[in-house]
């Protein structure tokens, strides 16, 4: 990652604090989403600070590293994708009846987390391919 | 994927930081590409040989062309 990208990374998590912080205190009935993105821009700023400090060499982005994130993300959206048909498929069978908030936020969170721990994985192993 | 890349790399002395930085990629591409758990695009690929002063052929060969060229022999 370049110096800019991390200062652009920066400004996005004092952002969301800010928003988070304007919604938690003007609108209050939207608490939860305040609260996601004040936490969520903590965390970013807090991932920058981390990577800045240990880093061994610069985070540049190459075909593999591009090649890896696409495949992660792709892989990441099919799960949740799958996920949301399953839970679906509950909800109409009157299996489960989950909180419309609650699953919106735990989506988000797995569409997320997956692909990461996707990109983490491919990494590991050097290419998507099997 | 086999890859002759390590054997060319030390006969021109080269570290695999020094290849990396020559042909724009990650170390970490350049460790896995020598693994042969990382297949290169064709550019990579050429990009690479062109630094070792070799040809793609030279350089990388995969299972199946393996298996073919001892057939060929048998």
């Known amino acids: 990652m370049t110096e800019r990208n991390y200062m652009v990374k920066n400004w996005m998590g004092v952002v969301l604090i800010v928003v988070g912080a304007l919604v938690l205190m003007f609108a209050p009935a939207f608490s939860m989403l305040g609260s996601i993105l004040l936490n969520v821009g903590a965390v970013l700023i807090f991932i920058i600070f981390v990577r800045r400090r240990w880093r061994k060499e610069p985070d540049m982005q190459d075909e593999r590293t591009k090649k890896i994130g696409a495949a992660g993300l792709s892989w990441s959206w099919l799960l949740t994708l799958m996920l949301m048909a399953g839970l679906y498929l509950l909800t109409t069978a009157q299996i489960i009846d989950p909180d419309p908030g609650l699953l919106l936020v735990g989506l988000m969170l797995f569409l997320g987390v997956s692909g990461r721990l996707l990109q983490v994985y491919f990494y590991r192993k050097g290419d998507i391919g099997y | ?74």
């Open chain 2, 1 to 74: 994927m086999q890859t002759r890349m390590k054997e060319f790399r030390a006969r021109h002395s080269i570290t695999q930081a020094d290849l990396a930085g020559r042909v724009g990629v990650r170390r970490e591409t350049i460790v896995h590409l020598e693994k042969g758990t990382y297949t290169p695009s064709l550019r990579l690929a050429w990009q690479i040989a062109r630094e070792l002063e070799t040809t793609v052929d030279e350089l990388f060969s995969f299972d199946d062309e393996d298996a073919e060229r001892n057939e060929e022999t048998n």
